[in-house]
């Protein structure tokens, strides 16, 4: 027991800045992101799951039970205004979203990756560049935050009670 010694290290803790947000590809090119805490869940769809009903707005994808909840899925990038997914695809990502006990399905290209953004990053959405960006998607955004790996590209920061408040008319 004499040559017995214990070293203790001090633990140092991490900060974690910024809050969770889950971004959400609606292209190749284009990136958006939603707080992480309206996400409840995100899944691959076959389309014949989708149940699909006449005379609705272009953005409703259709109906979707899962998990014995029945919600809509909308096309994201549609409502955003841009290109819209591929309506031929076989399959469809999508991140469910809890919203006041209600469920919305956001079909997307690809669900992407966890990021943390500090609210303090976030530049309004009346000052986006006027390039590239559809007047359509700006009622829909908290703002916007430049990406670090390549700060000619931004990522949308959307504000997830605003689409769910959102009223698709024909």
């Not at 979707?64 to 591929?86: A, C, I, K, N, Y």
């Not at 703002?143 to 670090?148: I, L, N, R």
Request: overall charge negative; proline content about 6%; glycine content about 6%.
């Amino acid at each position: 027991m004499d040559g017995l010694t214990i070293e203790l290290y001090d633990q140092q803790e991490q900060a974690i800045a910024g809050l969770p947000y889950l971004s959400l590809q609606l292209s190749p090119e284009i990136v958006v992101a939603v707080q992480l805490k309206s996400v409840r869940e995100t899944l691959v769809l076959a389309s014949e799951r989708f149940t699909q009903m006449p005379n609705v707005h272009p953005c409703l994808m259709g109906l979707v039970e899962h998990r014995s909840s029945v919600f809509w899925v909308l096309d994201l990038p549609q409502l955003l205004g841009f290109t819209p997914l591929d309506g031929t695809a076989i399959e469809t990502h999508i991140a469910i979203l809890q919203i006041d006990g209600a469920f919305l399905g956001l079909g997307v290209y690809r669900i992407g990756r966890v990021v943390r953004i500090n609210d303090t990053e976030i530049v309004s959405p009346l000052e986006l560049p006027k390039t590239k960006t559809p007047i359509e998607t700006v009622p829909f955004l908290r703002g916007w935050v430049s990406q670090p790996e390549d700060s000619n590209k931004h990522l949308y920061v959307l504000d997830a009670q605003a689409i769910a408040s959102h009223r698709l008319s024909i």
